[in-house]
Nanobody
């Protein structure tokens, strides 16, 4: 079982930056692929970024490519999402997720493939 807790969200002006963190409990975190998703008001949850278990492979949604970096520190059981040049349309609740596939070298962008989810952290970008 893995529990995920996001933090780092907040209110930021357009053009600013945020680093979201997702702290995981459980010994198996370091072997799981991880992902970040977001859900804006009135919209479906959408994929943002994913990373494989080692951090050697990442994948980004086209809408954030070039502005977002996903990374992980397995020693700290934490995955990060750095978002730069924030736009109003980045306003959403951001969720981290873990796929229970030990040592998978793949990255995943489909929410249904993830087994564990955090409660989310709100990011609000003011124009």
């Amino acid at each position: 079982q893995v529990q995920l807790v996001e933090s780092g969200g907040g209110l930021v002006q357009a053009g600013g930056s945020l680093r979201l963190s997702c702290a995981a409990s459980g010994r198996t975190f370091s072997s799981y692929p991880m992902g970040w998703f977001r859900q804006a008001p009135g919209k479906e949850r959408e994929f943002v970024a994913s990373i494989n278990w080692s951090g050697g492979s990442t994948y980004y949604a086209d809408s954030v490519k070039g502005r977002v970096t996903i990374s992980r520190d397995n020693a700290k059981n934490t995955v990060y999402l750095q978002i730069n040049s924030l736009k109003f349309e980045d306003t959403a609740v951001y969720y981290c997720a873990a796929r229970g596939a030990h040592y998978s070298g793949s990255v995943y962008y489909t929410s249904a493939l993830y087994d564990y989810w955090g409660q989310g952290t709100q990011v609000t970008v003011s124009s």
